[in-house]
């Protein structure tokens, strides 16, 4: 009894403890592009993974590209290379380097084109393992394509029903 007893006072000590200790450093540098087009796009720099951003045309004529590649993880925060090109018809017409640093716990603003903001913040977890706060509902069944209609107009109420079919 006095052995249990010892026990479970050392295990809450211990969990005290531990409950005092400052938490880890998060360990992956979330990128947040957005653009009015291709919509947002999440993606990840950790010590084990490097940025990559691209989107354009078949051809590669027309693109853009940021890349972010982790210098140094510091006491402080990740240290990284900067790049955005992007290219119009074959032809270069931006492209910029820069090194970055983004304190622990802070979110920050990088240079990018004026229609592809970016701004970069720390997790815990990378970015394809963020669960989404809402509902995605570009991904839902639509009634406005064909293929979709029967689903859709299916799981409806019948009042609903008549007034899809006559368009009223």
């Known amino acids: 009894m006095r052995t249990a007893f010892s026990f479970a006072v050392y295990a809450l000590s211990v969990c ?21 087009y291709y919509g947002q796009t999440l993606g990840t720099l950790s010590d084990h993974t490097d940025f990559r951003y691209w989107v354009g045309s078949p051809d590669r ?3 853009v590209s940021m890349r972010a590649t982790l210098i140094q993880k510091t006491a402080a925060g990740f240290r990284f290379s900067w790049s955005v090109v992007q290219r119009a018809e074959g032809q270069q017409i931006a492209k910029f380097e820069s090194e970055e640093f983004v ?17 970069v913040f720390y997790s815990s977890v990378p970015a394809n393992e963020f669960k989404p706060m809402r509902s995605n509902k570009a ?6 394509r064909i293929e979709n209609l029967h689903m859709t107009t299916s799981t409806l109420p019948s009042q609903i029903k008549i007034a899809l079919a006559s368009g009223g």
């Open 16 to 36: 005290a403890v531990r409950g005092n200790e400052s938490p880890a450093p998060p360990r992956f540098l979330i990128f947040h592009v957005a653009h009015s």
């Open 61 to 63: 004529r027309d693109f």
């Open 103 to 119: 304190p622990w716990n802070a979110r920050k603003h990088l240079k990018s084109l004026p229609e592809y903001p970016v701004d």
């Open 139 to 144: 991904l839902q069944p639509t009634a406005d």
